[in-house]
C-alpha cells in the first residue's frame, strides 16, 4: 500500500510531527510505501533547518532528514504557510522543497491512502 502524509503540526507543541514520522517509519518497515509527505500549517517547521534541540532531545527535522535520504521520499513545504513563517528554500532540511497546494491533491492521487496527522 502507497501512504501519504500530511503533517500539519509543528514539532515541539503537538505529538503530530512524532506520530507522522514514527508511523513513516513502520510503515517502511512493514513492506509498505510512502509516496510523499506534504508539510501545511504549523507542520512546515518541521521541515526547517530553525531547530537546534538540546543533545539528550529528539530532532526531528534531523529525523525527517535523514528518512528522506534514506527512503527517496518527496517531502514538500506549502509555500503559503512557509512564507507566513518566513521559510525559505535556504533554510529547508535536505532533500524538501516548497511548492503550493496542488503538490498536496497529486498526492492524494497519488497514495492509496492520505494519512493526516495533526489537528
Not at 4 to 14: A, F, K, N, V, W
Not at 21 to 50: P, R
Not at 87 to 92: K, M, P, Y
Request: glycine share 10%; net charge neutral.
Amino acid at each position: 500500500m502507497k501512504f501519504g502524509i500530511l503533517i500539519l503540526e509543528g514539532p515541539y507543541q503537538h505529538q503530530a510531527g512524532d506520530s507522522a514520522y514514527n508511523f513513516a517509519e513502520a510503515a517502511v518497515a512493514k513492506g509498505h510505501a510512502i509516496s510523499g509527505l506534504f508539510f501545511y500549517c504549523d507542520g512546515v517547521q518541521n521541515a526547517t533547518t530553525y531547530m537546534t534541540p538540546p543533545q539528550d532531545d529528539r530532532h526531528i527535522s534531523k529525523r525527517w532528514a535523514e528518512f528522506i535520504a534514506k527512503h527517496g521520499v518527496d517531502a514538500v513545504v506549502c509555500i503559503a504557510a512557509s512564507k507566513k513563517r518566513g521559510i525559505t528554500d535556504a533554510n529547508l532540511i535536505k532533500g524538501a522543497r516548497i511548492a503550493g497546494l496542488g503538490q498536496l491533491t497529486e498526492l492524494g492521487i497519488e497514495s492509496d491512502r492520505l494519512i493526516a496527522f495533526g489537528d
